[in-house]
């Protein structure tokens, strides 16, 4: 298993966001992490992403523990992200955002710009590399995101509501990003709201309900999960 | 932006350098080569703080403090131990960087105005220790020997010498920004700019990189201050170390256009051009008209141009380089 | 150093901390609301000052007596530096803001060197003149009427911020300045309210300072760092928290001096404010 979660747990004074939530993703996988608004999923995201540390609970990444690491060092052991807001460089092109994530591994300028153009090239962006990234669209920010998530040579990548605001063809073509990240050998964790960029491609499913794991499987067994049902149709 | 104009770029460089050089030879008298220095020294210190301020976005209103400590360490080494100006500037700008340090430790943790209001209170802090500190001569000052001059020492009786002295001085801080600027330090600066949290999640330390903006700032300005207390044969904590000055460092960095290389030379050269001539037309009497004129200038700037001149000319040009592709 | 010294120190550091809060109430409601750090705070207390020193030299009234004007023309100073300038760079980005709040900082000073002369001057004769004795320890009347005009002052705002609909509109932009839009506050007529009100803080302070304390254009510059650090130790946007830090800041800033030495009071003030911006950024009662 590439990232093991153990009985994460996370507390704010008296509310429990997460409560005692365990499970894996192995090498290459792509997991998807849904549940209704409120379950818990932004935290525990936050928590794998280092953003945050959990009360309690072992979060393992590659035979590390990471919990509580911050940002920096989640980002150096191999763990990249996206935001839910793009958060690209605003005043810096396209290109220059990806660059940014390649130095991590390598201080050179040139071996930087030559990644950065094969990584703009990944994600569909080659023509709008010179573009400053305040002037893309939301869409291309999104896949901008990714591409410079992936310039830090991460074995898990977490995307965070990748998928939002959308249109069905870009849901289309963000699913297909998606699959050939897990071509390149990264794995994938996944928060999704959006059903339509989660179902096709996931290979499993964590589902969340008031910061409980209540469901994990295969898209198929979790869409028929009476539990997960009734976590989405019930009483909120 | 500057690549379509490649062409024209060499020579036009090597006849402004040129001229640049020859300029003491044609401006004879003392006062307007004095004003050429103060526009170079003021340049210098400009472009210092905009490797911390503009490429990284750390607005450091307290600037002034390592400029002094660059003043007061080669002032105090040449006064107390004889030591030449060719170490203790260096030294001086090894003070500075380390105070850098040591003032960056709490303070980078802030943000925005906390930041700002800190880097006020930490040069406050040292202007009163200065001016209190009688080994460095406390509210009087210090006043350097000119019993011993020539490129030794770094004191001459005629202002040329000065003249090219910060020519070069300014040379050396502009090729340390530009190769900030073109290396990775730059990318990582302008990130943590943009967005400490995106930076975060590509492995950026933001401390660190901060500090090393610090550090390198620090030092560039600490020498700018050797070079003041050079020329002045005179210095105090009002003159070296006052928030005015850190204010003036900032504004002229801004002025010019914050994160360009060349925006604080531009800078320096209107601000000194508009103090230098409200100081002439005004005279001494109208103390109270070219703050007012200053302040008017600040205001317009933050409201209407914050990108600064050079920032203002860019987006002119952009405009018109996409006029064609429209078509 | 005697018990009575200490004791006299204490309360100086009292009574002046009263008028270090008045001053932070200022700044702290124009920061609550609009989350801009007001640098040029420190030359409304200057013009407040200005405004009591000239209806005492021209028409010998005393700076109590002309306390409602001089506040009056401050809280309309303050409207029209949010119309004019404020306004334009609510959402400009920091830097912006910063500068343009400095370069009203020093268009007014080199407005009131122009307009005044940079000499000093003083009210002579206040009202309030005399000395008050406790025991041993001697108070200056002025001293105590600025002390006390400024606890009922930062009642009185308080009680409007908390007990009035138009208080309450006020809290509720600065919480949230969308929701309470979307309520049809009008967030502008807010932010003037908020630089109306932080003026005329500032302006009844230099006021009530002008009986005791030197009027020149660079007053200012001896309260703004001062400010700054008592409304970061109340909490940016506490009014209570700036009432109680700027008495805190008083004292420290009065004992500091006595044991080290008049000419590190500020420095010591200044060390304290990096002790909590390192300790406890947020302050005593702050939001963020």
Known sequence: MLLEVEGLTRRFGGLIANDSVSFGVAAGEIVGLIGPNGAGKTTLFNCIAGHDAPSEGRIVFAGRDMAGAGPERCARAGIGRTF???HSFGSMSARENVMVGCFLRDWSVRSARRRADELLEF??????????????TISEQRRLAVARALAIDPRLLLLDEAMAGLNPQEVRQ??????????????????????????????????????????????????????????????? | MIRRAEPLALPAALALLAALLALPLWLRSPAHQNLAILMLMMAQLGVAWNILGGYAGQISLGHAAFSGIGAYTTTLLLMKAGISPWIGAPAGALAAAAAGLVIGWPCFRLSGHYFAMATIAVAEIIQIGFGNWDYAG????????????????????????????ALGLLALTLLVAFAVERSFLGYYFRAIKDDPDAARSLGVGLARYKQVALALSSALSALGGSLYALKELYIDPPSVLSTGLSIKVALVAILGGVGTLFGPVIGAAILTGIEESTRTLLGGSGRGVDLVIYALLIISIAVYYPAGVLGWVGARLRRRAARPAAR | MTADILLQSLLSGILIGLIYALVAVGLTIIFGVMDIVNFAHGEFLMFGMYSAFWFYALWHLDPLVSLPVSALALFILGVLVFFLVIRRIIAAPMLSQIFATFGLMILFRGLAQLLWKPDFRAVDKPLTAGTVALGSVQFGLPQIAAGAGAVLITLALWLFLTRTRIGAALEATAADREAAMLMGIDANRMFALAWGLGAACAGIAGALLASFFPVYPEVGA?????????????GFGSIAGAFWAGIIVGVVEVVGGLIAGPQFKLAIVLLLFLAILSIRPQGLLGRK
């Open chain 1, 84 to 86: 839910q807001i793009a």
């Open chain 1, 123 to 136: 994600v569909e962006l080659s023509p709008r590399a010179a573009v400053q990234a305040a002037a893309l």
């Open chain 1, 174 to 236: 963000a699913v297909e990003v998606v699959r050939r990240i897990r071509s390149r050998g990264v794995a994938c964790l996944i928060v999704e709201h959006v059903m339509e960029g989660i179902m096709p491609v996931a290979d499993r499913l964590i589902v969340l309900d008031y910061g409980r794991k209540i469901a994990e499987g295969t898209p198929d067994q979790v869409s028929r999960d009476p539990k997960v049902l009734a976590a989405y149709l019930g009483t909120e």
């Open chain 2, 138 to 165: 406390a509210a009087v000052g210090l006043t350097l020997p000119i019993d011993r001059d020539g490129w030794t020492w770094l004191i001459f009786a005629s202002k040329a010498p000065y003249y090219y002295l």
């Open chain 3, 222 to 234: 001896n309260f703004i760092l001062i400010a700054f650090v008592v409304v970061n130790l109340g």
